[in-house]
């Protein structure tokens, strides 16, 4: 297993490149099932990634099944997830919470982490967060010096921060770990307009196929329910009532009565012969950045986050969950590298969460010999703006 001497000689100059893990998958009903890929929004619609890769010496197509971006989301909610959870160590990890009063979000949670817009707009006792001193040195962090980001919203380090709004001095740190999961196409020879198959809708009312209202009874049953239906929704049904003649009835079906017969109307999935997913962790990146600790002390630092970044890889491949029929399971276990420089390299054990909270425990308890740095789960609480929240309409079609 990979030991913290390992990675506080892979975060001082000249150390290793990478750490990486990479683990081969299978759909979980077997090689005829078929594994719904990430969708992206084009211009014409939804659609799914393809892409040129080279594997075992030959180009070969494949889908995109979960995007480096989201892998990196699925590493930090597992984070989150552990951090409220309050286990012993995930406890000890700084973040930033924003308080909507019946909800809170944490920058574990948030897109921009330490400057997402949920932020920026709460207060702190008071105050607006932008002007405050301790958001400032958050703002004014570099690579150059990134001491304040380590000691309140560390995970921005890792999984990647822009300031995008800021009109000048905008902090931006790359992630330092990155992932994907890629499906290799069993029809390597199709074009890539017939690569994905169409999903089959349908929804079956017990009570009749058809529920026919008069324009009185929908608006009736539509205002018991305003409250809790989007904008969108309340305007559609709206604009039928006005449109139906006296005597005249209409579907209810916006309303979620009657059924729907089955149709070939969204993307469906593709067919694997394999499904890999890989991690890696960029010791190069990390070394970009100093904490103004010293030479050891910097290098403590990049330890410690290091080990955060494995922790959150560890808890994510516990957890194989991507999204409606995308059931995977694993093939076989993860291969552990290490870079060794000049082409040489160190097979390691699979990553677990007990040892990566332990090599966690020990860079915490080194960083604060070598710098300084304390790790007690200190919270930024921020108090969140609550126009947000009276505002926050979600009229997304959800397609996971």
């Not at 707009?121 to 958001?135: C, M, N, Q, R, S």
């Not at 009736?220 to 604009?239: H, M, Y």
């Amino acid at each position: 297993m990979i030991t913290y001497t390992d990675l506080l000689a892979a975060c001082r100059r000249g150390g290793a490149s990478t750490l990486t893990s990479v683990t081969e998958l299978r759909a979980a009903a077997g090689p005829h099932a078929s594994v719904a890929p990430a969708k992206f929004v084009n211009r014409t619609g939804s659609t799914f990634a393809f892409e040129t890769r080279f594997i075992d010496g030959e180009a070969v197509t494949v889908a995109l099944l979960d995007s480096k971006q989201s892998q990196v989301n699925r590493a930090e909610t597992a984070l989150s997830l552990a951090v409220r959870d309050g286990e012993e160590t995930a406890a000890k990890v700084p973040h930033i919470t924003v308080d909507y009063g019946d909800k809170d979000y944490t920058d574990l949670e948030l897109p921009h982490r330490a400057f997402d817009g949920h932020i920026r707009a709460g207060t702190l006792d008071g105050t607006p967060v932008t002007k405050t001193e301790i958001f400032q040195s958050l703002r004014n962090c570099t690579p150059a010096n990134a001491r304040a980001l380590l000691e309140a919203s560390p995970f921005s380090l890792i999984g990647g921060a822009w300031d995008a709004t800021r009109k000048a001095d905008q902090a931006r740190f790359r992630s330092a770990v990155v992932g994907e999961i890629i499906g290799v196409l069993a029809d390597q020879d199709a074009a890539p307009d017939n690569l994905a198959s169409q999903r089959g809708g349908a929804r079956v009312d017990p009570v009749a196929l058809s529920v026919q209202l008069t324009g009185s009874d929908l608006q009736k049953i539509l205002d018991a329910q305003r409250d809790e239906l989007s904008a969108k929704t309340i305007k559609k049904i709206q604009d039928e009532i006005k449109r139906v003649k006296k005597d005249e009835r209409i579907s209810a079906s916006s309303l979620g009565l009657g059924a729907i017969p089955p149709q070939l109307d969204a993307l469906g999935g593709v067919a694997c012969s394999r499904i890999i997913r890989s991690w890696v962790l960029s010791f190069a990146t990390l070394r970009q950045i100093r904490f103004s600790a010293g030479a050891e002390g910097d290098a403590a630092c990049r330890a410690l986050l290091a080990a955060l970044g494995l922790s959150a890889v560890a808890r994510a491949e516990q957890e194989l969950y991507l999204r409606a029929n995308c059931d995977l399971v694993e093939a076989g276990a993860p291969v552990v590298t290490l870079d060794e420089r000049f082409g040489n390299s160190r097979d390691l054990d699979p990553l677990t969460v007990e040892d990566a909270d332990t090599l966690l425990e020990e860079a915490i308890s080194t960083a604060a010999d070598k710098a300084g740095v304390t790790w007690n789960g200190q919270n930024l609480l921020v108090t969140g703006e609550q126009s947000i929240i009276k505002g926050a309409v979600d009229d997304a079609e959800d397609e996971a």
